[in-house]
């Protein structure tokens, strides 16, 4: 059974060698309106760039209430090597305690691209629901031309499982297909 306790007693900050994944707080307003600003960033995300600086600064404050809400855990992306700068956030949502399942999302700054930061992180966050967590099934929905967030999903042992055609209305994008990619923790105990 997933263990909420780890996931929102207290905030989850996970490390590795390269990245610290921690919490996203008002001071990093400058990084994630560079992400969130940038209309590349979310060509193939159900998500709306937001260029006004308020607008921002309102949704960072959302993700601390979701977290408290106990419905979505967004991590800012922190290289180790300068861990105050915030390069991405990876987020974990739609907790389904009865199916054991998450899903996760995940987005960086366009600058950081291309450098396996989000295939660290993917790999930190997997780890952590799965070995922390108990989490049976993770999965992530990715537009079908988005090749890079493919290769980061199958990268860390996620497996297609195939194309929901004209299944979700994602913001911006109208009707879209979604190819679902999922890892369960039997394939992530394999691979291990």
Not at 9 to 18: H, T
Not at 128 to 139: G, M
Request: glycine share 6%.
């Amino acid at each position: 059974m997933m263990d909420s306790n780890v996931l929102f007693k207290e905030f989850p900050v996970l490390k590795s060698d390269k990245l610290t994944l921690g919490p996203i707080e008002d001071h990093h307003l400058e990084e994630v309106f560079e992400i969130y600003s940038n209309d590349k960033v979310f060509e193939y995300c159900g998500i709306i760039p937001k260029h006004k600086k308020d607008s921002v600064m309102t949704m960072i404050r959302h993700f601390k209430r979701d977290y408290h809400k106990k419905t979505r855990l967004k991590w800012g992306i922190f290289p180790d090597n300068q861990s105050n700068t915030l390069v991405g956030i990876i987020e974990a949502f739609e907790f389904n305690q009865r199916i054991n399942k998450v899903t996760i999302g995940y987005f960086l700054a366009e600058r950081h691209w291309g450098k396996g930061i989000a295939s660290e992180a993917v790999n930190m966050v997997v780890r952590f629901l799965i070995e922390d967590a108990k989490v049976s099934r993770i999965q992530a929905d990715v537009m079908p031309p988005n090749e890079v967030s493919k290769r980061v999903l199958l990268k860390n042992g996620f497996i297609k499982e195939g194309t929901l055609r004209q299944a979700a209305s994602w913001s911006g994008k109208g009707v879209v297909d979604l190819e679902i990619y999922s890892l369960l923790k039997e394939d992530f105990q394999r691979e291990k």
